[in-house]
T-cell receptor, first 117, second 111 residues
Framework: GAVVSQHPSWVICKSGTSVKIECRSL??????MFWYRQFPKQSLMLMAT?????????EQGVEKDKFLINHASLTLSTLTVTSAHPEDSSFYIC?????????????FGPGTRLTVT | GENVEQHPSTLSVQEGDSAVIKCTYS??????FPWYKQELGKRPQLIID?????GEKKDQRIAVTLNKTAKHFSLHITETQPEDSAVYFC??????????FGKGTRLHILP
């Protein structure tokens, strides 16, 4: 159990367009999901915390109007990169935490590689 | 907010030897410390974790130690094997809060 999927696994888009990435918890409910960005040879940087039914909480320096997060159900959160630019090219990874239970563990999705040309 | 420092950034060890990666955290309220292994282009995989009410935890060749007073925690890998080569991240969090990652250690196992 505790499987998280992401779609798409990779995407290439032109500068100025928008891209939507989906994160799904397949076999459990997740009140909270997290979105990370990882540049080559760097660590995972938390972008925002996505809470089902409420507004996302963004980390300092992350533009909320550029990275739109929607957590409409207990199994789905989406990240939309609006007006993408080449510097947005990165590996985007989501994680999800179970709504119930006592574990603090977060389960990671396989990541989405975004390339903006 | 929480800050996690990780050392070294790169580590090379001979196959069969032990590897040790060290981390420090800033928030004394943190109570959960997971370690992740990430291979190139893949998701982080949880390899071991420890809660603040425990000083040491072991799982086969992998062990983690925690010193709450000093706010240090370490990953120990014994009898290293080629498949242990990867990037390892320590992390810290307060309960159900967000996880903060260290900068990572690139481990090379030399033949």
């Amino acid at each position: 159990g505790a499987v998280v999927s992401q779609h798409p696994s990779w995407v290439i888009c032109k500068s100025g367009t928008s891209v939507k990435i989906e994160c799904r918890s397949l076999d459990f409910q997740a009140t909270t999901m997290f979105w990370y960005r990882q540049f080559p040879k760097q660590s995972l940087m938390l972008m925002a915390t996505s809470n089902e039914g409420s507004k996302a909480t963004y980390e300092q320096g992350v533009e909320k109007d550029k990275f739109l997060i929607n957590h409409a159900s207990l199994t789905l959160s989406t990240l939309t990169v609006t007006s993408a630019h080449p510097e947005d090219s990165s590996f985007y990874i989501c994680s999800a935490r179970r709504t119930s239970g006592t574990t603090y563990e977060q389960y990671f999705g396989p990541g989405t590689r975004l390339t903006v040309t | 907010g929480e800050n996690v420092e990780q050392h070294p950034s790169t580590l090379s060890v001979q196959e069969g030897d032990s590897a040790v990666i060290k981390c420090t955290y800033s928030d004394s309220a943190s109570n959960y410390f997971p370690w992740y292994k990430q291979e190139l282009g893949k998701r982080p995989q949880l390899i071991i974790d420890i809660r603040s009410n425990v000083g040491e935890k072991k799982d086969q060749r992998i062990a983690v130690t925690l010193n709450k007073t000093a706010k240090h925690f370490s990953l120990h890998i014994t009898e290293t094997q080629p498949e242990d080569s990867a990037v390892y991240f320590c992390a810290a969090t307060l309960g159900y809060d967000k996880i903060i990652f260290g900068k990572g250690t690139r481990l090379h196992i030399l033949p």
